[in-house]
C-alpha cells in the first residue's frame, strides 16, 4: 500500500504539472488556431513535430538506464549530465541543416525550425535535472520547473499574436518556456545534487552508447513511428490538412502523458521490488495493468463523446476534420496506456534487444499502412494507421513478456 501511495503522489504532482502546462498548450492553439487558420496551425505544428525527433534525440531514454546505477555510483549523473551538455549542442546544429533537405519546407517553416531548435539544449538541461527529481522521487521540483516554463511560453506567444507577427515569429513562445523550464530545474536540482560540467572521456560515451544503445534505439524509433505519419500526410496534401490532423493529435497526446507520468513514480520501486521479491513484482504489474486499462477505456468512452466539443473550444470554428480523428485516436487509448506499462516491464527484466525488434516492426508496419493509405484517405488514414500500431506493438510485448514470467519460480 505504501509503495502506490508513493506512486500516486508522485503522479498527482505530474498530472498538476501536466494540467498547467496542458492549459498553456491548448490556449496556445486557441490562439493559432482563431487567428492563423489551418494553414498557420500546420506550420506551427509541424515544426513542433519536426523538432521532437531531436527533443527525443537528447534524451534518448537514458535517465530510465542510468537511475538504477545511482546507487552505486552516484556520479553517472554528472557524466550524463555532461555527455548531453554537448549532444545538445550537436543536435541544434543538425536540425537546422537537415530542414533544408525536407521536401515539403517553406520559408515560414524553416524560420520556425531555426528559432525553436535552441529549445533543444534547454530541454536536455532539463531531462539532466529531472534524473535528479526522479531519483529523489521529488516530482515537485519538477512541476514548479515546467510551470515557469508553461506560463512563460503562454506569455509571450499571447504577446506576439496579439502583435499580429507571422506564424513562424511565434516559435520564440516555445523557446522561452523551455528557457525558463530548463533553467528553473537547474536551480531546484541543487538542493539534491551539484551538476558539474567536465569534456566526459571517451570511455564514458562508449560505455554509455555501448549499454543504452536498445532502449534508446527504441524509443527513437518509438517516436518516429509516432509522428512519420505527419510528414507523410504534409507530402501528399497541404498544411491545411497537416493542421486539421496535428490540432486533435496535440490534444491526444495531453493524455497520453498520464501513463508516463505513472510509469515515471513507479518505475523506481519497480526495480527495487523486481530484485527483492519476484512474485510480488508480478503482481504489482497486474495490479497497475488492471489499473490503466480501466483509466484508458473511461478516458476513451470520454473523448469519444467530447470530441466535438473539445475542438469547438479549442478552434473556435471550423476543423471539423479533427473532431473526426480525434474520435479515431481515441480507440488508441487503452493499448497506449498498456504499451507505457510493458515498455518498462522490458526495460526492468532486461529485455531491450527484443524490445528493440518490437518498435522497429511496429515503425516498419506504420510507414507502410501510412504510404498505402494516406494518399486517398488523408487524416483519416494517419489517425487509423496510429492506433493500428499501437495495438500491434501492445501484442508484441504482451506475447514477450508472457514467455519470460512464465519462467519465473516464486520467491523463496
Known sequence: MKTFKKVFQQTG?????????????????????????????????????????????????????????????????NILFSIRFIWSIILVIISNILVWFLPFKNELFVQSVFLGSVSIFFSGLFNSSNLVFQNNLRYDKSVISQSFGAAASLLVTFYLSSVKVPISIL???????????????????????????????????????????????????????????????????????????????????????????????????????????????????????????????????????????IVQIVAGGGFEGSSRALRILSFGLPAYFLSALLMWTMVCVEKLKPMLSVYFLGLITNIFLNLLFIPAFSFIAASWVTVITEYLILILQITILWKEFSNYEPDN
Open 171 to 309: 516559435a520564440l513562445g516555445p523557446l522561452c518556456g523551455w528557457i525558463v523550464n530548463g533553467l528553473s530545474a537547474m536551480f531546484f536540482v541543487r538542493g539534491f545534487y551539484k551538476f558539474k560540467f567536465f569534456f566526459p572521456e571517451t570511455k564514458h560515451i562508449i560505455a554509455l552508447a555501448k549499454s543504452a544503445w536498445p532502449i534508446s534505439l527504441s524509443l527513437l524509433l518509438n517516436v518516429i513511428y509516432f509522428r512519420v505519419d505527419t510528414f507523410i500526410l504534409s507530402a501528399w496534401y497541404s498544411f491545411s490538412e497537416v493542421g486539421i490532423y496535428n490540432l486533435a493529435y496535440q490534444i491526444f497526446s495531453n493524455i497520453l502523458v498520464l501513463p508516463a507520468f505513472i510509469m515515471n513514480g513507479y518505475y523506481p520501486l519497480m526495480i527495487k521490488t523486481l530484485t527483492d521479491y519476484r512474485v510480488i513484482f508480478i503482481k504489482q504489474i497486474k495490479f497497475a495493468g488492471l489499473f490503466l486499462l480501466l483509466a484508458s477505456i473511461v478516458i476513451a468512452v470520454l473523448i469519444w463523446y467530447l470530441s466535438p466539443f
Open 13 to 77: 504532482w505530474q498530472i498538476i504539472g501536466k494540467g498547467i502546462s496542458a492549459f498553456s498548450t491548448i490556449y496556445i492553439l486557441a490562439i493559432i488556431t482563431r487567428l492563423y487558420g489551418e494553414y498557420g496551425t500546420g506550420i506551427y505544428t509541424l515544426s513542433l513535430a519536426y523538432l521532437s525527433f531531436f527533443f527525443l534525440a537528447a534524451d534518448l531514454g537514458l535517465n530510465g538506464y542510468i537511475l538504477p546505477k545511482l546507487s552505486k555510483d552516484v556520479n553517472q549523473a
